[in-house]
């Protein structure tokens, strides 16, 4: 088993050009030493200046990036080389992990090396980072034979069902969503071969992370012993 | 069912009074704007200066807090209000939420509470804090009918086990230990009554207390619909 992992339009991104001049921006941006096009969008210390962004309710939020990406890379299934990480983001650039990279448990380190990757984009090493609307994400780098997208809007499934459907398929690809509220765009949606939901209430991204993959851990019979 | 989770031991303290003049505490103070004693001690940025501190390798960790919490706290299960958490700090001090509160996401805004609510100890409100030996908290505070501590040198049990197990019980407690290395003290390993290992591998505390939350949800079927 390899399973594809992707975290979809992932409020994580620098600081758009047109808000770099915000007093919020500004202000964060002073006090960590760093040009406002340096640093991460962050909802936590940007809010007044994210008002009148486009789709804003969904952006700035490294944080939920940062903890379901946790929830996912210190699993025994990554660990042991068995899930491929996509991080696709609201802005249009994909941060790939390389199998089995673990990531800074602290968020400050996190943020800093999010705000090196999106800024250098290198091309290889640990985290790659490249430019692929999430078509050509699924279809031509992931190229699954079937993608599973996680919703509050899918069909009720319970998480054993999920991991056992994803288990059966030959190139698995789960798709969560890596923003705070609202549901996949339409673009999104068009990549997805079943959207599933395994709670009647909306869960936090690495929530639901933390449950398939553990269920597909399962499944797979990893760490059966 | 009501689950008393308990993050035991956990790497969660203000900088110590002897290390208050290192030059690596006096710069991150500085840097914040604060003053060395009202700081979280934290070894991302601390690292230099713990070098001779008492069983320094288990603590300094307020992120590993933060993620087990979350963990925690954005399950169905705790959401519900069956949930009572208590971190209880490897210096002598308790902290236990109020039940359903939740808590900052944003790391940077979890760190501010923490020392404000490690500085002034509040007796009551949504974060409590009060000094308790790991006995007197187990066996005043809690007071489980059974035990459960999760650790690698535990026996062998399926999660889904240890899940029917905790359900059966009818003031269930389980421990996790909120440090990066080694094992639980003597103190706590005495108010244990089942010392479990749900993996071969260690494993994070923050996927220990998702995966067990979420078995003992699945098991006492708060979700099942």
Partial sequence: LLLNFVLAESALELVPEGMRRSPAVVADAKRRGKEPSMILLDRSFHH?????????????????????LLSVTCT????????????????????????????????????????????????????????????????????????????????????????????????PCVLVGGFPHGHFSKETSATIDRLIRIEERPLEAHVVAARVVYEVEKASDVTND
Same sequence: chains 1, 2.
Avoid: W
Wanted: hydrophobic share 40%; charged share 30%; with cysteine.
């Fill in 76 to 171: 025994p299934l990554y660990l042991d080389g068995k899930v491929r990480v996509f991080v696709q983001t609201c802005a249009g650039l994909t941060l790939e992990l390389e199998k089995r990279t673990r990531i800074p448990k602290n968020y400050i380190r996190f943020r800093g090396l999010m705000e090196k990757v999106l800024m250098e984009r290198p091309g290889g090493g640990l985290v790659k980072v490249f430019s692929a609307s999430m078509k050509e994400l699924v279809r031509r780098t992931v190229s699954p034979d079937e993608v599973f997208g996680l919703s509050v809007r899918g069909e009720r499934m319970k998480p054993e069902a999920l991991a056992s459907a994803v288990v059966a398929a030959r190139n």
């Fill in 48 to 68: 007044s200046a994210m008002e009148r962004l486009e789709e804003g309710e969904k952006r700035g939020r490294p944080d939920l990036v940062h903890q379901a």
